[in-house]
Every structure is written in C-alpha cells, then in structure tokens.
C-alpha cells in the first residue's frame, strides 16, 4: 500500500477522533513528541486504524525535517544513511523487501515505522519486528476496554455511562473499528439512558455484512461457520481459519465470535447458503442447523442430514439419531426416515423406540420391503416374543436370501416350519459377500441341528459366526450368528467351543453396539458353566452398565445371577434373587434360543419351592420342541434341568418323563448320552448305592461336557451316602477338584483417592491364625449348620467338619460354645465375612428314597 500522505491530511483532530487503546496511545504521543525519529510497529487487525497512526507519524517527522519515504517495493529504498522509511502494510511486502529493511535496520542505516497484521506468515517478517522492538514496544490495536472508551470519550464516567458503554463492548467484542462505529451511532459522549441499543446494533448489521462480503470467499466460509457454530474453533486444523478470521477484525482471538457478527451472519443466512456450509462440513452439528433452519423446510438441507446420519449409523448411533431428527424437521419424506430413525434407536438399545418407528412404516400404505421387516422381527424377538417375529415374516414374505435367513432364525427360535418349504422369488446371481456368505452358513448349520443324522451344524455355524463378524454388519436379526454357534456348543458339551466363539465375536465387535450387552450376557454364561465366577461377574456387570437390557437380554442376566448364587454363594441367598428375577420370567415367551436359561429357572425354583412359577414356560418350551420333532440336540439340557428340579421336588413321575427323554436322546446327541448315564448313576447313589468308580466316572464326564457344579454335586451325594471313610474321602476330593471353593472378589487396591486399605482391628488377629478352610467352617458354624451340613456344603465329611471345629475351639482359646460363637462372631465381622441365616438342612437330598422308589427304572 502507497502512503500519499500530506502534512494537511494528518491534521491532529483526525488522530483524535480515532478510538486508540490507552496504551498505543500513550506510544503514540511519545513518540510524536519525540526530537529523535525511533523505529516502530503498530500491529492491529483491519480497520482497526494502522494507517491513519501511520499518516500521523509521517507528518509528525516530516513536521521534525526528518523526510521519511513511504516504502511499497525495494527500488524505494532510500541510500541515505539515516533515512527513515514508512512502511504500511508490511506483510503484503516480498521477503527481498523485508530482507534489505532488517539488514538497514541492524546497521544502523535506517529507521522503520511499519504496520502489519497480526501474526504474520513471513519468518523474515517476524524477525524484522522482533529487531524492531529492540529499540520500543510495539503499539497494539484492535481491541480496546471500558478504561479506553472513557479515555476516549474525555469525561466522567456515570453508572449510566458505565452501562451504556459495557452494553456496547458485549455487543462490539472490544473489536476497536465496530466500538468506535457504535460510538459514533450512539451520538452522545454521555448516556442519558434513552439510547437505542437495538436500534444501532440494526444499523450496524449492515457494516458489518458489508465487511463480510468483501472477504475471500474461503475466508467468508469460515468466519460463517464459526459464527454458526463457534464450537468449530477448537477443532484440528481450526486455527489458520481463526486466526485469520481475526485478522480480518471480525472474530476476537482463538477464533471466539462477537455478538453482532454472529447476529449478523444468522440474520442473512439462507438455506442455499446453510446448504453450502453443511456439504462444506464447516456446520456439522444437527441441533446448530436445526435451530439456523428455524421454522423452514429445505429438500436438500433434509438429504445431507440423512446422508451423514447414515454415515455415523454405524459410529455414533445418538448422533445419527439427532441427525435423522434434524432431518424429519427439515422436511424428509416420512417413508425415507422411519427406518433410519428405528435402525438408530435399535443401535441404542431403546426397543420401544425402534418399535414405535418401525410400527409407523408398517402402518403405512406402501408394502414394508425386507429391511423393515428384518427391523419388526429383530425387535419382537428382543421383546421375547420369537413368535411374533416369525409372524412379521409370515405377512411380509421377505424375497431376499439375507431376510428369508433371518425368517429361519425367527421360524425356528418359534418352533415354525422351515420357511424354505414355502416358494420363494427367483434368485439372481450375485457376487459373494462376507454378509451374504454368513448368514447361508448359518441357515446350513440351523437346519442341520434340528436333524437327526451325525451333522450337527457346529462348524458352518461357527464359520458363520467368523464370517458375519468379518462383514462388519450391524443390521438387526432376531438372533446372533455367535450365540446360535455358542448354544450348539453348549448343547454338544462343548462349553469351550462357545467361549472361543462367543470371546472372538466380542473381539471383532459382531452386530454392533446393540449386540454387545447379549453377547456379554452369554459369555457370562458359559463362564458360569465352567466355573468360573469372577469371570461371569465382571462380564454381567459390563453387560447391565450405561443402558436398560431388553426383556429377553434381562432373562439372561437373571439366569446367569441365580446360577452364580446356587452354585458359589449360600443357600440363604437364593431366595431373594430368584424374587427380582421371577420377574423377567414373565416378560419373555419362551422359545428355542431361551431354553437354557429357562433350565436354570427351573432348578433355581424348584431349590426355593416356587416351581409353579416355571410351569408355563416349561409347556411353552415343551411345545417349540414338540413343534420341532423333538430334536435331540437341542432337548438334553432342559431335560437335564427338569431331571434336577424334579429330584428337588420329590415327583418320581416327572423323574421318569425326564430321564426316558434323555435316553431317547441319547442315539442322537452326545451329551444326551452323558446326561444319561449320569442320571441312572445319580438315582443309584440316592437309593443308596455307591459305586465310586461309576460316581467318579460319571462326575468326571458332566465335568467334561460343562457340567462341572452338576459333577461335584453328584460326588458329594455319593459321598454322603457311603460307609467307607477311604470312599468318602476318595469322592470328596473329586466333588473338590470339580467345584473349587474361590474367593470371587480380590480385596481392593489402594488408590490415591481411598489411600491404603485400613488395617483390620480388634478380632483380625484371631481370624488371621485360621487357615482358608476353618475360615470357611467357621462361617458355616454361625450359621447354626451341623456337622453334616458343614460337609455336604463345602465337600468334606462329617468327622473333618468336627476336627476342623474342634482345631478352631483350641486357636481362639473359646471355653464354651457361647463363647466360641462370640469369638468367631466378633473375628469375622472384623474381616468382612458375612454371616448368613442357616437355610433348611437337607433341601436338595429331601425324600430320595421315595422319590427313587416310586421311579420308574432309567
């Protein structure tokens, strides 16, 4: 830029009407009055008065004879030495320029007074400044105070004054030219209190848009977006655009907004120009262009929120939601959304969403295609009603193979026909897809479960559980490919085929995130199975944490809650579970897929005399079986179940009903075979026949087949029933190596928080001379047990229980049983074992011999 500056246009009254910082001012006048010209920068944001300081300081040395020359390229450079040089603009100048300037400079041979914007991009720039302020500070502009308005306005300020002047700074953002634009429209040096805010904050709306147009149009995108949603400035990458932004004199640092640049930018915002903002990705909140759109409706604004909603489907499923909302406010087509809208609360795991969405698609006139009838049976089944599910497919008639996949899940979970005997639309030839390929994998390997020859599936369905997670799919189905391969493992024996298929689904994310609370729920299970409870804990609290479970998914929690407590935790604690978890029972329609589960109610309620409550779920689970020929494959653990609970309840009846079915099974199904031959040994050692050999065996294969509690079960009874101590012992330690008795949460680490674990007090140093096992029996004793409960609950006789007691008496120095009792009572609570309620002695052993009596023969 060309200074053209005469002595007359630099009066000194057009220095006083500019609006300067107290500070820069201050500068200004020292150095105006000055005999000595001394280099300088004045560094300000456009507008904000670099070149009228400039033409003052031209004339105040031209006014001290020093004949300063205003610089625009390098042939102007003056020889002289002592020359002064005035340069405005001094980053739009080449770096040759700059170069020979800052050497002058550094010799002595030159003085500089220049004007630049903040921050410049040029190094040598910057190093020219930095020689600068060697010799003074640099004067600042652009943003100026309350102090520097008053300043400004050279009289005493008033609280009316104060008021005015803060109003307009809020407004301004202390931006230095649209403070002084203000000032000058609200005419009075002081307020009198009857100023029009609104009126000049209008007036200034079309400044400010006129400075907004000027800019280079990137530029005015970005200082658009920011203004649209300032949330962008902290943004990667944000900050070439913020600083420039500033720059420009339109945002304050760091890229903040000012409010009537902001109300500026919104008041002329169009959706065209909302459109070219959002495809830019520089406005990519819904809840920002909603509230920009207001009341509007726009075609195309509605398409590129769907589209990025269904780009962050998959990501951010809440995120996808407020887009689609954003979208249906802008005027989607309904028919284009609902499914949008139901696959996005499903990824939450809100089903009564998904329902209500998808409900409205359906309800429509136009026939529901196949991703909407996936998305009503998904949700049905996850409401526990596999049999509506079914029913979706039944009025829809899906055509392609992926939905007619999905309708054998549904189907089959039902106890339905297979669908493929139905007709089906001619297929086209498509190239193979890892989703594609999966689920016919898994329509393969379901159909073969339910068959009687020697192929049972299991291998197509765990290659279709791989394969289905390799495609990276999320799209609802009624059931997961890992838990149908999970749950043939589990009804093959195999229970750690379904920990590796269930552990590498979660690895691999399989469904997406509506699939891994399920798929936590059965790892759980299994871990239960295998006895191992911290595992099956630590996996139902991640499972049931952040979000409510779905009525089918919390029947899973419950089951796997109560076979946690019958298995690892007192007798005493069964009964209120089983309370809370009653409940979900009701909610859910049992189907195929549920049948494991529903075995664990049906123990579980027989052990607390409550089996009434399982009776209608088990006809229901009878009649999916029947309705499917009574697959042997998927028949033998609900049989094994139902055998337990009947010995449980004394009913010889449903003893042989349950036993005659496991040996029907047993041609078809291996672990019905195993089921088996444990419960003829099993209904031996109750009528008081003791084989330890068969007992071992057979112990040793429910072991083997995930019935590990189940084996040690069996080997304690035998146990109990033998004469010979060497037996006793023998079968005590396999009821032990089966069923370990572990500790299932580690005492908590300190943290900085908590500091260290406090050192117990009082008793703890009687309770530390105990070894694990008296501690246990301890326990036991204040429960009020016998001696033969004592054993029967933690796989040791009669007569070690009493040795142990007898040991215990001797450490803590008791005189009396009362006395002991307080000694153990006062120990124990110190070091945090509970003591429970005793529960009714001989609960799971009650009337063997007339039960095995009344039995018919295995």
């Known amino acids: 830029m060309t200074i053209t500056t005469t002595p007359s246009d630099a009066a000194p009254g057009d220095l006083d009407a500019l609006l300067l910082p107290r500070v820069a001012r201050t500068l200004l006048d020292a150095s105006i009055a000055s005999s000595e010209p001394a280099p300088l920068a004045v560094v300000g944001t456009a507008g904000s008065g670099k070149s009228r300081v400039l033409r003052r300081l031209f004339a105040a040395l031209r006014a001290a004879g020093a004949h300063p020359v205003a610089l625009t390229h390098l042939g102007e450079l003056p020889a002289a030495s002592g020359s002064v040089v005035v340069v405005d603009d001094a980053h739009l100048l080449d770096d040759r320029t700059l170069t020979a300037l800052a050497d002058r400079l550094r010799m002595g041979t030159l003085t500089v007074v220049l004007s630049t914007r903040p921050d410049p991009e040029s190094p040598t720039l910057r190093a020219l400044i930095e020689d600068i302020e060697r010799h003074q500070p640099p004067m600042l502009l652009g943003h100026v105070s309350m102090a520097d308005v008053t300043a400004h306005l050279g009289v005493e300020a008033t609280d009316a004054s104060r008021a005015c002047v803060t109003r307009v700074l809020e407004g301004t953002g202390g931006l230095a030219w649209l403070t002084a634009e203000a000032l000058m429209l609200h005419g009075d040096a002081v307020c009198d209190g009857r100023c029009d805010h609104d009126e000049i904050s209008g007036s200034l709306a079309d400044l400010v848009s006129h400075r907004i147009d000027s800019l280079d149009p990137s530029l005015r995108l970005a200082v658009e977006a920011l203004c649209l949603d300032e949330r962008a400035a902290l943004d990667a990458g944000a900050g070439p655009a913020c600083a420039a932004g500033y720059d420009a004199g339109l945002l304050q640092r760091g890229g903040r907004t000012v409010p009537l640049v902001r109300d500026a930018v919104r008041a002329r915002l169009t959706p065209d120009r909302l459109l070219e903002l959002y495809s830019a990705r520089l406005v990519r909140d819904a809840a920002s262009v909603q509230a920009l759109l207001g009341d509007a409706t726009d075609a195309r604004v509605a398409s590129a929120l769907l589209a990025d909603g269904d780009r962050e489907l998959s990501r951010d499923p809440a995120k996808a939601a407020e887009l689609y909302a954003a979208a249906d406010r802008a005027g989607a087509a309904p028919e284009k959304l609902a499914l949008r809208q139901a696959r996005a609360a499903w990824a939450r795991g809100d089903l009564d969403a998904a329902g209500s969405f998808v409900d409205r698609l359906l309800a429509g006139p136009v026939a529901p295609a196949d991703e909407a009838l996936d998305m009503a049976a998904a949700v049905w089944a996850m409401r526990g009603d596999m049999e509506l599910g079914a029913q979706v497919y039944r009025s829809g008639i899906p055509t392609t193979p992926e939905s007619r996949a999905k309708w054998l899940i549904a189907a089959t979970g039902a106890g339905h026909p297979d669908p493929a005997r139905l007709p089906a639309p001619a297929a086209t030839r498509t190239i193979p897809t890892a989703y594609g390929v999966s689920l016919e994998l898994l329509s393969r390997g379901l159909r073969a479960t339910l068959d009687t020859d020697d192929h049972d599936g299991l291998q197509d369905l765990v290659r279709a559980s791989e394969m289905y997670t390799a495609s990276g799919s999320d799209f609802p189905l009624p059931e997961l490919p890992a838990v149908i391969a999970a749950l043939v493992a589990l009804h093959r024996g195999e229970a750690a085929v379904a920990q590796?298929?269930?552990?590498?689904?979660?690895?691999?994310?399989?469904?997406?995130?509506?699939?891994?609370p399920r798929l936590l729920l059965w790892r759980a299970w299994v871990a239960v199975q295998r006895e191992h409870p911290v595992e099956a804990e630590n996996a139902l609290r991640t499972a049931t944490a952040g979000r409510p479970l779905g009525a089918r998914d919390r029947l899973l929690a419950d089951a796997v809650e109560l076979g946690l407590v019958r298995r690892n935790g007192q007798p005493s604690e069964l009964a209120p579970v089983w309370q809370r978890a009653q409940q979900s029972l009701l909610r859910v329609q049992v189907d195929l897929f549920t049948l494991v589960p529903l075995g664990e109610f049906a123990v579980s309620a027989a052990r607390v005399g409550e089996i009434a409550a399982v009776r209608t779920s088990l006809s229901q689970a009878e009649r999916v079986l029947a309705d499917l020929g009574q697959p042997a494959l998927w028949t033998a653990s609900l049989r094994w179940a139902g055998l337990h609970a009947s010995i449980l309840l004394g009913s010889p009846e449903e003893l042989t009903v349950h036993a005659r079915a496991l040996r029907a099974a047993a041609e078809h199904s291996p672990l019905a075979a195993r089921l088996a031959r444990a419960g003829r040994v099993w209904t031996d050692v109750l009528t008081g026949a003791v084989d330890p050999d068969a007992i071992e065996e057979a112990s040793a294969g429910?072991?083997?087949?995930?019935?590990?509690?189940?084996?040690?079960?069996?080997?304690?009874?035998?146990?109990?029933?033998?004469?010979?101590?060497?037996?006793?012992?023998?079968?005590?330690?396999?009821?032990?190596?089966?069923?370990?008795?572990?500790?299932?949460?580690?005492?908590?680490?300190?943290?900085?928080?908590?500091g260290p674990i406090p050192l117990p007090v009082r008793g703890s140093e009687s309770i530390g001379i105990l070894s694990d096992r008296e501690r246990e029996v301890a326990v036991l004793v204040l429960q009020g047990k016998t001696y033969a409960e004592i054993g029967e609950t933690i796989f040791i006789s009669p007569r070690t229980a009493e040795h142990h007691i007898a040991r215990i008496r001797r450490r803590l120095g008791a005189t009396s049983r009362s006395d002991l009792m307080a000694r153990l009572r006062m120990a124990l609570d110190d070091d945090g074992y509970a003591a429970d309620p005793a529960p009714e002695a001989g609960a799971e052993t009650a009337q063997p011999a007339r039960i095995l009596a009344a039995a018919k023969p295995l």
């Not at 269930?502 to 691999?508: F, P, R, V």
């Not at 509690?709 to 005590?732: E, N, Q």
């Open 500 to 516: 590796r298929v269930l552990d590498a689904a979660i690895a691999g994310e399989q469904g997406g995130s509506w699939a891994a």
């Open 702 to 754: 429910l072991a083997a087949c995930g019935f590990a509690w189940d084996g040690a079960r069996l080997a304690s009874h035998g146990a109990s029933k033998a004469t010979d101590r060497r037996v006793i012992a023998r079968l005590l330690a396999c009821a032990r190596q089966l069923h370990p008795r572990e500790r299932t949460e580690a005492p908590a680490a300190p943290t900085a928080d908590t």
